[in-house]
């Protein structure tokens, strides 16, 4: 018996070494474009486009757009793209268009300008001030670009990280108009010895009057990172512009410079575009209650349509507790980790 265990080891052994997978196909995650410039150095820059499933199923149907900075199909792209794709299987907030732009020099183009460079020259290795240049590429060339090709709603996010969240809060401060929605994590607000932080309350008290949100987060950062977000956090507090929603979200707790990115952007789509649930009984297979025919009341809920305006604000573990008074009615779910302060959704 065991000489033929042996043989049909050995046979097992030498057709798995010979397998091979054949007729595999790519994965395509979005549509990588290469444009023209008359504004940025070089020229050429790579846009990675990602639509949602909605986008071909709803034809009729326009999104907003999210632009991400770093966004090349080699920076960070991809991870962000799979956060979007999740809501297609959890459907936790609403679908966007995803843009994006590729960095070529991100220590030039992504930066404001400085009083001396020599300093920035030295430790970055590029000269800083190309953010002024950025922003008309943005507003005159590529946002005309996408609106022109894609069913937008003329609803706008830019997003960021470390320098590229730096770009997001001096866009919120410099040209506040240019999108509607700015989420900024772990921006580098040490630069230029906490500029941006310091005169926060200056910019607010001269900016123009119309409804942004703001999605800040920070890591745990030390020295003039930290103190210059907390600056710019004191200054949303007491000087925030009419008009003006924010959050803060404390990562400081879990979350390092270079591991932060990830989690808080998918906290970020979730907060500024949560989209409402229900809560439905369990089957008694799982430990439900017994299957019975609807209320006429518990079927009216049913039939209304969740909206943001007649959903119920709370937490998962608040539903939890109060799941039996729920039932078929309208949620709009706080996910993930609870914000430090600010006044978004007031």
């Known amino acids: 018996m065991r000489y033929l265990v042996a043989a049909a080891t050995l046979l097992f052994a030498s057709t798995g070494a010979t397998a091979q997978m054949e007729g595999g196909e790519p994965l395509a995650i979005g549509t990588i474009y290469t444009i023209e410039s008359d504004i940025l150095e070089g020229g050429k820059r790579k846009i990675t486009v990602r639509l949602p499933a909605e986008y071909v199923n709803e ?3 326009r999104f907003p757009v999210v632009y991400l900075l770093d966004g090349g199909p080699e920076q960070d792209f991809a991870h962000i793209a799979g956060i979007a794709q999740s809501r297609e299987m959890n459907y936790s907030f609403e679908p966007f268009i995803l843009v994006g732009i590729q960095s070529v ?15 920035y020259e030295e430790a970055l290795q590029a000269t800083p001030g190309g953010s002024p240049d950025y922003r008309r590429f943005l507003r005159k060339e590529l946002k005309s670009m996408i609106e022109a090709q894609y069913r937008t709603d003329g609803h706008d996010a830019v997003m960021g990280e470390s320098l ?22 772990s921006p580098s607000m040490w630069w230029e010895q906490m500029k941006y932080g310091r005169e926060a ?27 210059g977000t907390e600056r ?12 003006l929603q924010w959050t803060f979200v404390e990562g400081a707790d879990s979350e390092t410079h270079g591991t932060i990115y990830h989690p808080m952007a998918l906290d970020a789509f979730r907060a500024l575009y949560g989209t409402p649930s229900r809560e439905y009984k369990n089957y008694p297979l799982i430990g439900g ?8 009341e518990e079927q009216a809920l ?12 709370m937490t998962p573990a608040t539903s939890e507790h ?6 078929y009615r309208c949620l709009l779910l706080d996910l993930g980790p609870t914000p430090r302060e600010g006044n978004l959704g007031d």
């Open 201 to 227: 309350a200056d910019y607010f008290a001269a900016a123009p009057t119309g409804e942004r949100r703001l999605y800040l987060t920070s890591a745990t950062e030390g020295a003039w990172h930290r103190e």
């Open 105 to 119: 020099n991100r220590r030039h183009e992504l930066a404001p300008p400085v009083v001396d460079p020599a300093p």
């Open 302 to 313: 049913l039939d209304t349509e969740c909206t943001q305006e007649n959903s119920i604000r």
């Open 164 to 185: 590229a969240g730096l770009f997001v809060i001096e866009t919120l401060l410099e040209d506040p108009t240019l999108f509607d929605d700015y989420i900024a994590i």
């Open 59 to 61: 034809p009729d149907r």
């Open 322 to 327: 109060a799941r039996e008074a729920l039932y």
């Open 232 to 243: 710019l956090i004191a200054a949303l507090r007491n000087a925030a512009p009419k008009g």
């Open 289 to 296: 209650p017994p299957i019975v025919e609807r209320t006429p």
